[in-house]
């Protein structure tokens, strides 16, 4: 199944109903994916995917303006965490970088929701590939990762 249908069918189990964006161009940056659909850069919910040592694995979901304070992440994952790379990422997540959807990956990695997505009505986090988009709240963001709400991040 690719990483796009794997979204789709994720999607089918949430109790609201979202819609997959899909672009010409590349998406894999919050830069360019601002760009596509027209809206901030903040707007755009990139997922990060950080790792330590023993397996240890979270992912952040934050605005595509802010970088995160891995001291602060530290403290709420447990864990000395370092950015993963790409092939970590993709064998955490089964999604390329650029294409991290937050939601659809395996139970047994903790989502961290940082709390400058609360800024905007509406977000759009990547579905699984590096030129696609689902815009979604973040209550119902919280929903669709099972994640926890957290200030893990600064501009």
């Not at 447990?78 to 092939?87: C, H, L, N, Q, T």
């Not at 990695?109 to 590096?130: H, K, M, N, Q, W």
Request: hydrophobic share 45%; with cysteine.
């Amino acid at each position: 199944m690719s990483p796009l249908e794997k979204v789709r069918e994720y999607m089918k189990t949430l109790p609201f109903s979202l819609e997959i964006i899909l672009f010409n161009e590349s998406t894999h940056t919050s830069q360019l994916a601002a760009q596509a659909l027209g809206v901030e850069v903040g707007q755009i919910a990139k997922t990060l995917v950080f790792v330590g040592k023993d397996s240890q694995a979270v992912l952040v979901v934050t605005s595509g303006d802010m970088k995160v304070d891995q001291k602060k992440l530290k403290e709420v994952a447990g864990f000395k965490p370092r950015f993963a790379s790409a092939e970590e990422a993709l064998a955490l997540t089964g999604f390329p970088p650029g294409g991290v959807c937050p939601f659809a990956v395996p139970v047994t990695i903790p989502v961290f929701i940082d709390v400058s997505l609360e800024r905007f009505p509406v977000v759009y986090a990547a579905a699984g590939t590096a030129n696609s988009a689902v815009p979604i709240t973040v209550p119902q963001l919280m929903t669709a990762t099972r994640g926890n709400m957290c200030d893990v991040c600064y501009c």
